[in-house]
Nanobody, 123 residues
Framework: QVQLVESGGGLVQTGVSLRLSCAAS????????MGWFRQNPGKEREFVAA????????NYADSVKGRFTISRDNAKNMAYLQMNSLKPEDTAVYYC????????????????WGQGTQVTVSS
């Protein structure tokens, strides 16, 4: 298993940018595809973006395509989510997750999760 810690959330206004970071420790980071998900109270966890082990395959939810960019640095054991043109509907707790080997978009397929970081976008 890999341990994950997110950072970078906060309270921002509509239209600004934030970058979330996910620090990984434990087993070989490059063995894991990484994903970002978000969740609001009373709602299911929602897929945001995912990146394959070496970054050659990337998926985005339609709601963030063109605004968010997922990336990773295997040398630093880090994953990132650059969020531009933020909207109030992007408000949620954002989670970093790791899935062994294969890229995926389904939360239940990810075995390791961070504690989450709150992003609040005010209108």
């Amino acid at each position: 298993q890999v341990q994950l810690v997110e950072s970078g959330g906060g309270l921002v206004q509509t239209g600004v940018s934030l970058r979330l970071s996910c620090a990984a420790s434990g087993r070989a980071f490059s063995s894991y595809a990484m994903g970002w998900f978000r969740q609001n109270p009373g709602k299911e966890r929602e897929f945001v973006a995912a990146i394959s082990r070496f970054g050659n395959s990337i998926n985005y939810a339609d709601s963030v395509k063109g605004r968010f960019t997922i990336s990773r640095d295997n040398a630093k054991n880090m994953a990132y989510l650059q969020m531009n043109s933020l909207k109030p509907e992007d408000t949620a707790v954002y989670y970093c997750a790791a899935r062994f080997y294969l890229i995926d978009t389904i939360p239940a397929d990810f075995g390791s999760w961070g504690q989450g970081t709150q992003v609040t976008v005010s209108s």
